[in-house]
């Protein structure tokens, strides 16, 4: 099955600063997403991105099917942005996803 | 729009006992995924329903079972429940595929915390 590997799994970041999270998956997909989890486990849908770049707001994220990677950056960081990060890839008809063990990020103030 | 939503929030069963999880779909959507996620891991997919048949299913066991309705909503059966059933059960809708044939975006619920003691 596709192996999906992110990276870092952690990270700390002081208030402010940019940060770039990666997403490497191991075979051709024709869905990924990103997610932030927060605290009590709700899953946040950040980004519908199989390919191409999209920004909203403080995010944005890019995938290279063909190189298969996808990044997530984040821009002058909160502290509300602390939390864990997913990304999930599916292949086929329907959407069974994979999912990434997860960058845990933490926002100091 | 009232989302995803799964019931209930919370569980508690003891060893051996059987446990049933529902979720109501986006509305729109007609396929329905659950995933069990253990602390500190990302979500693991158990298996997925649409036109009230199981399409695909992940690497667990037959104790696992699901159901979908004809209004797309689904509910996720555990049965003889061990100690390492423990954990956030999450659902998911979306469509099968759009007009163009791809895969569309996911939206999950809240989830269902599960603890066998």
């Known amino acids: 099955g596709i192996q999906v590997e992110q990276s870092p799994p952690d990270l700390i970041l002081q208030e402010g600063a940019n940060s770039t999270l990666r997403c490497n998956f191991s075979?051709?997909?024709?869905?990924l997403q990103w997610f932030h989890q927060n605290p009590w486990g709700q899953l946040i849908n950040l980004f519908y991105i199989p390919s191409g770049t999209k920004q909203n707001g403080r995010l944005s994220a890019t995938t290279v099917a063909t190189e298969r990677y996808s990044l997530l950056y984040i821009s002058s960081s909160q502290t509300t942005d602390s939390g864990v990060y997913f990304c999930a890839v599916g292949k086929g008809g329907g959407f069974k996803t994979i999912f990434g063990a997860g960058t845990r990020l933490f926002v100091k103030a | 729009d009232a989302g995803v939503t799964q019931s209930p929030t919370h569980l508690i069963k003891t060893r051996g006992q059987q446990v049933t999880l529902r979720c109501s779909p986006k509305?729109?959507?007609?396929?329905v995924s659950w995933y069990q996620q253990a602390l500190g891991q990302g979500p693991q997919f158990i298996f997925q329903?649409?036109?009230?048949?199981?399409?695909q299913r992940g690497n667990f066991p037959d104790r696992f079972s699901g159901h979908q309705f004809p209004n797309y909503s689904s509910e996720l059966n555990v049965n003889a429940l061990l100690l390492g059933d423990s954990a956030l059960y999450l659902c998911a809708s979306s469509l099968l595929q759009d007009s163009g044939g791809r895969n569309t975006e996911a939206f999950f619920g809240q989830g269902t915390r599960l603890t066998v003691v």
């Open positions: 075979d051709s997909v024709n869905n």
């Open positions: 509305s729109g959507h007609d396929t």
């Open positions: 329903y649409y036109e009230e048949e199981e399409r």
